[in-house]
C-alpha cells in the first residue's frame, strides 16, 4: 500500500460508496430488548433509566405486539416480584410473574416471538444476593444454589421460553440447568449464558430498577474481575461444555477486547449486552445536549458488532429499529 495509488478516501466519496464497502450492520433481528414485568402491575417510569416504563403482563403483550411489526422480534424478562424470600425461591413459581407473562406472550404471539428469561435470584432474595447466603458467614453458596437455578429455569421452560440466560455466574449452573432440561424433555430450549459477566458500576441502574441491589457486601465474590480477559475465556469455555448454545459478553462498551477475542475463539454465536449504566450515560448526556443521541446509540452498536458480537441486549432497541425503518 502506498500513496497515492491507494487514497482511502476514495472509498468514502459518497454515502452510496460508504454503505456499498461497509463492513459492519446494525440490523432490526440482532437485538434483544430487555424489559420489566412487575407483579403489582404498575407502569411508572422508571427513575434510573430515562425513557424506560416498568410493564403489566398486559402492557407487555401490547408493547410486544407494537414492536414484532416494526421488527423487533427478541425479548428478555426481568421480573419485579412482590415477596421475596431468603433462598429466592418464589423466582421458580409457575404463577410468578414472569412465568405469567411468558405463557401470555407465547399463547398470543407463538414462534414470531423470541421470549428470553433471565435466570436469576437476585430480585427475588431478601438480601439481594444472586445466590443463597450462608447466615453464619455472608459467603454466598454455589452448590446449594445450583437446585433453585434449575428450578428456576424449567418452570421459564415449562411457561414456554424459547430462551434461558443464567446471569447469577454461579459455577455450573449452565451444565445443571442443561441437565435438568433435557430430563424434562426441553431439549428445544437454548441457553443463552452471561459467560463473561463482569463486576460493573454499570449496573446501578438496573438494581434500582429491578429493586435488586445488594444488601450487604458486592458481587465480587462471584462475578468477574475488570482485569482479567483470560478468565473470561475460561468461563466460556466451561459454559460450553456445560451445554450453553449463545454466549454472552457483560457489559458490551468496555469489554469490547472481550467480545473481541470470544468471536475469534469460539464458533458459537456471541452476544453483548450494553447495560442500563451505557444507557442511561448516553440518555444523561444527550438530555444535557453533549451529544447527538440517534448518533451516538448507533455508533455504540455498530462498535459491538464490529468487536463481533452477532447479538446486542440494549434498551435502545425500540428507538433503533424506529431510527433503522426510517431508512437512515
Ligand atoms: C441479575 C442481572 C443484572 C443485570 C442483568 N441481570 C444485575 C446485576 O448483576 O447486578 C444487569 C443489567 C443491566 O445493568 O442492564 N443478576
Not at 35 to 46: A, H, P, W
Not at 103 to 129: F, S, W
Not at 227 to 239: K, N, V, Y
Not at 314 to 322: C, I
Request: charged content about 30%; overall charge negative.
Amino acid at each position: 500500500m502506498e500513496f497515492p495509488r491507494t487514497r482511502m478516501r476514495r472509498y468514502r466519496k459518497s454515502e452510496a460508496i460508504r454503505d456499498l464497502v461497509a463492513e459492519t450492520d446494525v440490523k432490526p433481528e440482532d437485538l434483544v430488548y430487555p424489559v420489566f414485568v412487575r407483579e403489582d402491575g404498575r407502569r411508572d417510569e422508571i427513575d434510573s433509566m430515562p425513557g424506560q416504563r416498568y410493564h403489566s403482563v398486559g402492557s407487555l403483550i401490547e408493547e410486544v405486539g407494537k414492536l414484532l411489526d416494526k421488527g423487533l422480534k427478541a425479548f428478555i424478562l426481568f421480573g419485579v416480584p412482590e415477596k421475596k424470600d431468603p433462598e429466592g425461591r418464589s423466582a421458580a413459581d409457575p404463577e410468578g410473574v414472569v412465568q405469567r407473562a411468558v405463557r401470555a406472550l407465547k399463547d398470543e404471539y407463538g414462534d414470531e416471538v423470541v421470549v428470553i428469561t433471565d435466570v436469576c435470584l437476585c430480585q427475588y432474595t431478601t438480601h439481594g444476593h444472586c445466590g443463597i447466603v450462608d447466615e453464619d458467614t455472608g459467603k454466598i453458596l454455589n452448590d446449594p444454589t445450583l437446585e433453585v437455578l434449575a428450578e428456576v429455569a424449567l418452570s421459564h421452560a415449562e411457561a414456554g421460553a424459547d430462551v434461558v440466560a443464567p446471569s447469577d455466574m454461579m459455577d455450573g449452573r449452565v451444565g445443571v440447568i442443561r441437565e435438568r432440561l433435557e430430563e424434562e424433555g426441553f431439549d428445544d430450549v437454548l441457553i443463552m449464558s452471561y459467560a463473561a459477566k463482569y463486576h460493573s458500576a454499570f449496573y446501578g441502574p438496573f438494581r434500582e430498577a429491578a429493586e435488586s441491589a445488594p444488601e450487604f457486601g458486592d458481587r465480587s465474590t462471584y462475578q468477574m474481575d475488570p482485569r482479567c480477559l483470560r478468565q473470561a475465556m475460561m468461563e466460556m469455555e466451561l459454559d460450553v461444555e456445560e451445554g450453553a448454545d449463545i454466549l454472552m459478553v457483560k457489559p458490551a462498551l468496555p469489554y469490547l477486547d472481550v467480545i473481541r477475542e470470544a468471536r475469534r475463539r469460539f464458533d458459537h454465536p456471541i452476544a453483548a449486552y450494553q447495560v442500563s449504566g451505557e444507557y442511561s450515560m448516553i440518555k444523561a448526556a444527550a438530555s444535557e445536549g453533549y451529544i447527538d443521541e440517534k448518533a451516538a446509540v448507533l455508533e455504540t452498536l455498530t462498535s459491538i458488532k464490529r468487536a463481533g458480537a452477532d447479538i446486542i441486549l440494549t434498551y435502545f432497541a425500540p428507538e433503533v429499529v424506529g431510527w433503522l425503518s426510517e431508512g437512515s
